[in-house]
Nanobody, 116 residues
Framework: QVQLVESGGGLVQPGGSLRLSCAAS????????MGWYRQAPGKQRELVAFITSGGIINYADSVKGRFTISRDNAKNTVYLQMNSLKPEDTAVYYC??????????WGQGTQVTVSS
């Protein structure tokens, strides 16, 4: 059974940094697309960034130049380094695994709050 566990969220001041981690278990993930989504109160869940098994990366325009996604296949872990955080980055961040263009797996989410 696939399980995704996020960590690293918290409260940070504007301009600060956080690093999110997502530890995956229950399967092999090296062939999967892995990514991060977020959902702010009253808004739809949106893609933040993804990284393919081959290392191709895509970012939402709103986070380009500030966030960096990476993965460690040996550890079955995907990371999201978030710098220069803004209040509008406040949301619950979810880890996602997309497999065989068919299956979606989600973590439980971790809260990120950017506030002074």
């Amino acid at each position: 059974q696939v399980q995704l566990v996020e960590s690293g969220g918290g409260l940070v001041q504007p301009g600060g940094s956080l690093r999110l981690s997502c530890a995956a278990s229950g399967s092999r993930f090296s062939d999967d697309l892995m990514g991060w989504y977020r959902q702010a109160p009253g808004k739809q869940r949106e893609l933040v960034a993804f990284i393919t098994s081959g290392g191709i990366i895509n970012y939402a325009d709103s986070v380009k130049g500030r966030f960096t996604i990476s993965r460690d296949n040996a550890k079955n872990t995907v990371y999201l380094q978030m710098n220069s955080l803004k209040p509008e980055d406040t949301a619950v961040y979810y880890c996602n695994v997309y497999r065989n263009r068919r299956y979606n797996f989600w973590g439980q989410g971790t809260q990120v709050t950017v506030s002074s």
